[in-house]
């Protein structure tokens, strides 16, 4: 690749086309050319221009400035111009033009996409404090703190202060810039863009580093900060450096279909502007060709390509409103294809883009045609992202409240929020380096409800761990348990879009995680947080592993009581009448009846009357076998014995906690036991003697409301048995 090709990844530009509906489209400005180096080389040799005069070599700029912003003052530009110009005179690039030109493009970039002046204006001078003798106090003197500040975002660290260490560092430190101001990383990207182009003298090596980083970190950046037309342009870019021949053959298909005679995509735009036409909606239709990776990527499902495949159908209106009349007209009028239909207006993606996508059938082939609908405004914000945003200063200073998951600032997303919490706790360049790759690959966000109504941004696969620790940061470490769309879930389960997500947290700040939450942990911020924790708290070995425990309070210990299979210390003493004099009475432990439930008795051996709650499994089959059944009922005494079963979430001294609890509501405990834990559940049984049957609501409540316990019930008799 020469240092003078511009853009040889491109497949070429959108193919503008007005739709013949009654009222005008909107005017649209006319392309401009893309930047010519060699003139722009000569023109920064002959120095700059007379002082109030705009320099002949930044006319590109003010052009596509002034598309933007009619009103903008074109002065920081030209005394910016005339700075960075002498500060680089002299110095040249790699592909022989003077360095100029590259501050020169990298501004056009960010003109074109209808970036502020202040970010035009660090941007001509964003290499002047790394590259030349001019100071950061001196840009701030001259352009201001704002212009000060992103120069410096952008200045890189020097390797003779940080070896290895300085890229990583360097984007550490541009990232804390972008978190205070996008604009940082706005120009770090144009930068990028343009070196990417430029490529081509490069040895091979370097080419192939450089590109490596650009696919693992900036176009990841660039999808998130929703800069769609830069990062469409880097991965055609990084796809012709890193996969020639991929890149060679999809060329080719582009090339080739170039040449066909007839365009499916062209047909469909006639007949989608005569529907809107006579449909009498407004609206401007285009084809949007694909760029390479994305028909790289569809070629790699359908072989061979049609027609229909190398673009897709832009249709751009006024409001929102118009939108969904265009979708309607689109489905009643064509063959639509149900599945593809995604609203990204009514819910927004995590990067700010908002359109329709939906797709039609073609009639004549079967050929599928993909379709976009959005308004002139979210195209714009669609291609351009937070440049679209212009100066995030200059917006009222109120700013609207939102949950403590994700800002509703859009020039602070959620993202970016979490990705300067995490980043605080890496303890290395070598752990932010990875760690920043492996969170940037995850490049699918979802959004799940907490019960307050506010929202968590999560990556895709993300895990109840991720959920508790966005939401709670440090504390999170004393999460027992989730409940998802209202029913129990252990903190590994996998968490989808739309879900709601209430997090079960206990009482002990001193709560360690369990280690098994780094296998689910999908997040930096939750790994970094467990791992610390982990690694200060580490679990001591046991002196003696054949000593019993000494009451730490194990959910998985077995309380020292008997078990409800052996004999109990006292008999039950709940009076209960029966209909059969010199009888004695027994109530079945399967089901543990209780004043005031409804009872029902039968005669057993030895003259014993066991006495059975009236919906007890039990009570069916003792009739199906013909046991005498006998009239019983609750006497006078309210004292009752009752087994109840409580299900919690495991932690440290909780069996202590729950029987100190039925011990201040009066309860004896019989007996009790504890089952092994099963993924992070354990199951707990109880039989206890209460003085007044009236105490056992009481008792289940107080029970249940003993952090980590998540439900108590009265015990059930199986429906197996004799």
Known sequence: MNAEAVNPASPGPVTPQVSGAAAPAAPRRKARPRIDLRRLGRAALLG????????????HVAEAHRAHHPDADLEPLRRAYVLAESSHRGQMRKSGEPYITHPLAVTLILAELGAETTTLTASLLH??????????????DQFGAEVRYLVDGVTKLEKVDYGAAAEPETFRKMLLATGNDVRVMSIKLADRLHNMRTLGVMRREKQERIAKVTRDVLIPLAERLGVQALKSELEDLVFQVLHPEEYAHTRELVAGNAARADDPLAAVADDVRKVLRDAGL???????????????????????????????????????????????????????????????IAVPKFNLYQSLHTAVARAEDGQVIEVLIRTHQMHKVAEAGVVALGNPYAAPAEEPAAGDGERVDPTRPGWLSRLLDW??????PDTFWSTLREDLAQDREITVFRPDGGTLGLPEGATCVDAAYAQYGEDAHAAMGARVNGRLATMSTVLKDGDTV?????QDPASEPSREWLEHARTPAARIAIQRRLAAHPTPAPADATAAPEGDGSPAQQAPRPTGDGPAPRPASADVLVDRPGATVRLARCCTPVPPDEITGFAV??????????????????????????????GESSECR????????GRPHLLADLTEAMALEGAEIVSATVEPPDRQRVRHTYTVLLPDAARLPALMRA????????DVSRAQPQPTGA
């Open 642 to 649: 009752v087994t109840l079963l409580a299900e919690s979430f």
């Open 703 to 710: 029970m249940r409301d003993v952090a980590g316990v998540y």
């Open 282 to 344: 407004t609206a401007e239709v285009l084809i949007r060709p694909r760029h390479y990776v994305s028909l790289h990527r569809v070629s790699r499902k359908r072989d061979p390509l049609g027609g229909a495949d190398f673009g897709r159908l832009l249709v751009l209106v006024q409001e929102d409103a118009d939108c969904y009349a265009v979708l309607g007209e689109l489905h009643t009028c064509m063959t639509p294809v149900v599945s593809e239909f995604k609203d990204f």
């Open 48 to 59: 700059s221009a007379a002082r109030g005069r705009l320099p002949d070599a930044i006319s």
């Open 605 to 634: 051996r030895g003259g014993v009357v066991t006495v059975h709650r009236a919906g007890c499994a039990v009570v069916g089959r003792m009739r199906g076998a013909g046991r005498q059944e006998v009239g019983v009922s609750w």
């Open 423 to 428: 980043q605080r706790g890496a303890p290395d």
């Open 502 to 506: 209430q997090l079960l947290m206990g």
């Open 127 to 140: 290499d002047t404090v790394e590259d030349t003798d001019v100071t950061l106090d001196q840009v701030g």
